[in-house]
């Protein structure tokens, strides 16, 4: 892979790297009121954000981009808001710099602590998501490191906007405003200088297509926290209430089908299909969904399309949904162990050992039982903003809020000591 690094991307990646170590060193107090000015700032620059914001929208009309694509990417007077509330809850989240993880005293005498430190560099490659843009960088700051951002062509307007009027807050209040830095102006060059930026970046987070995601681990040289994308799975089983199954799907589905937690296939057990499938369908048709469904989906759901074999690996991101009927809980299983991403699965029954079963033999980064897979997202589970949801096993698994984005370090005290 060749990239074209230019003196100007180079001095900008150097920049970040001196940014993080006074960054690093920035104490709680003041890393709460840093992120409180970043937070009026982007109030205060709303209305140019919003403009900037259209700018994007614009050209994506034209590029004829899809509905999913254009949600993530609209920013309105009250998202913005939205932002700036939760760069707030971020900066009263308790710092993840500096906690002593373990200690003990060796025989000698030396003292040893290890404590949490930040990684320095956090980068983010990511595309049309405008909210990564906030999240990322509040998230970054609280736990001590500089952030370098590579949004995409389709929100550089807005990124552009965003990063102008938080950097700004970082210079009023005497920090170094190369702590935050973007390299859309590069294009792909800048994506691809991230990925092989190793020694300047820390850690490199993907965060959109699957595609996408696949490219950033596979050309990287710079450690990589991989976010799967969600071909996200609900099993109703023999047992499962009926307004359960029918109100846990409908939100699953339709609050946000855009976004990566969103289910894209149900699986029902036969012996309840006949009792669950007609309501739950006729509830997700009246939101608009388009059911795509097997043989016996379509003998109890006339409006429903025929479902692909392609379709059970698809993250539609859209009002598109797959529905199929499965023999027993053990069918189930082996249709998602082939077809998961490993994102969010879930399960509604009222059996509590199918429920147990279900929470103990599933590999995934969170896996729920009689709950809306919406759930699975860092500002639900109290994290504030998240960094992305990690579908790996290393370092970090699931939302990742401000501790995943600390490493360790050991600290030894001695007086005078040597090793026999």
């Avoid at 030396?110 to 490659?125: D, E, T």
């Avoid at 807050?169 to 859309?184: S, Y």
């Avoid at 939101?287 to 016996?296: F, N, S």
């Avoid at 992305?388 to 699931?398: C, D, E, V």
Wanted: hydrophobic content about 45%.
């Amino acid at each position: 892979m060749s990239i074209a690094v230019t003196p100007d991307l180079a001095s900008r990646l150097h920049a970040a790297k001196r940014a993080s170590r006074s960054i690093g060193l920035l104490g709680d107090a003041a890393k709460t009121a840093l992120l409180e000015d970043i937070a009026d700032a982007l109030e205060v620059d709303a209305e140019r954000i919003v403009a900037a914001n259209a700018d994007d929208l614009a050209r994506g009309d034209a590029d004829d981009i899809s509905a999913g694509l254009r949600d993530r990417l609209m920013l309105d007077s009250s998202r913005v808001a939205a932002l700036a509330e939760a760069v707030r809850d971020v900066a009263r989240l308790p710092d993840p710099v500096g906690r002593v993880l373990d200690e003990r005293v060796l025989p000698g005498g030396v003292r040893l602590q290890k404590v949490s430190v930040p990684f320095g560099v956090v980068a983010s490659i990511y595309e049309a998501r405008p909210n990564v843009t906030v999240d990322i960088t509040a998230l970054a700051l609280r736990s001590g490191n500089a952030a370098v951002l590579r949004g995409g062509s389709a929100a550089q307007a807005t990124n552009a906007a965003l990063i102008t009027a938080m950097r700004g807050a970082l210079e009023r209040a005497g920090v170094d405003p190369d702590g935050i830095q973007t390299v859309d102006d590069f294009g792909r060059d800048g994506a691809k200088a991230l990925m092989r930026a190793r020694g300047l970046v820390d850690v490199l987070v993907p965060r959109g297509s699957a595609q996408l995601i696949e490219t950033v681990v596979t050309e990287s040289t710079v450690p990589v926290i991989e976010t799967g994308a969600g071909v996200v799975h609900i099993v109703l089983d023999d047992s499962a209430r009926l307004d359960w199954a029918r109100d846990i799907v409908v939100n699953a589905k339709v609050q946000r089908p855009s976004v990566c937690n969103a289910v894209e296939t149900v699986l029902v057990l036969r012996p309840a299909a006949e009792r669950l499938i007609p309501s739950v369908a006729r509830a997700l048709l009246a939101a608009g969904v388009t059911i795509h469904g097997d043989d016996e989906v379509r003998r109890l759901v006339p409006q429903a399309v025929a479902v692909t074999e392609g379709e059970w690996g698809t993250e539609h991101m859209s009002l598109d949904l797959s529905m199929r009927v499965v023999g027993d809980l053990d069918e189930a299983l082996e249709h998602i162990r082939r077809y998961s991403t490993m994102h969010t699965e879930a399960i509604v029954t009222e059996d509590e050992a199918n429920a147990e079963r279900f929470l103990a033999e599933v590999d995934a980064a969170v896996v729920m039982a009689n709950a809306s897979t919406r759930f699975t997202d860092g500002g639900e589970f109290g994290f504030g903003a998240e960094v992305g949801i990690s579908t790996q096993k290393l370092h970090a698994r699931g939302p990742m809020g401000l501790p995943e984005l600390t490493s360790t370090k050991w600290l030894a005290r001695g007086a005078g000591q040597t090793r026999a």
